[in-house]
């Protein structure tokens, strides 16, 4: 079964950081990225690593959060600093295998590219306070 584990989410302040890691098992994704979610609020794409190996980042995060992966222990990061209250979200790893999708596609728009993902974790949750 493939798993997508994530960790790394909590509580800090305004202006504080939090590195958030997911662990990927299984297959070899050949895109992955981060998507989050807020209560009452709409699923909102935050960083991706493209087959290709671009970068994108939603506007709202660009110069503040770092996507970045580690191919040799399967771990997919994201970096946040000068952390907002808005940012406080549940975080998703999210990856794409190139095969069919079990429980079906997470998709949206990100940077102008379209981020389609098969696989996605529980999530980690992080919480900004002001």
């Known amino acids: 079964q493939v798993q997508l584990v994530e960790s790394g989410g909590g509580s800090v302040q305004a202006g504080g950081s939090l590195r958030l890691s997911c662990v990927a098992s299984?297959?070899?994704?050949?895109?992955m990225g981060w998507f989050r979610q807020a209560p009452g609020k709409e699923r909102e794409g935050v960083a991706a690593i493209h087959v290709d190996g671009t970068l994108s980042y939603a506007d709202s995060v660009k110069g503040r959060f770092t996507i970045s992966k580690d191919n040799g222990k399967s771990t997919l990061y994201l970096q946040m600093n000068s952390l907002k209250p808005e940012d406080t979200a549940m975080y998703y790893c999210?990856?794409?295998?190139?095969?069919?999708?079990?429980?079906?596609?997470?998709?949206?728009?990100?940077?102008?590219?379209?981020?389609?993902?098969?696989?996605w974790g529980q999530g980690t949750q992080a919480t900004v306070s002001s």
């Open positions: 299984r297959y070899r994704y050949r895109s």
């Open positions: 999210a990856a794409e295998n190139g095969q069919q999708a079990p429980r079906g596609w997470v998709e949206y728009i990100l940077g102008g590219r379209l981020c389609k993902y098969n696989y």
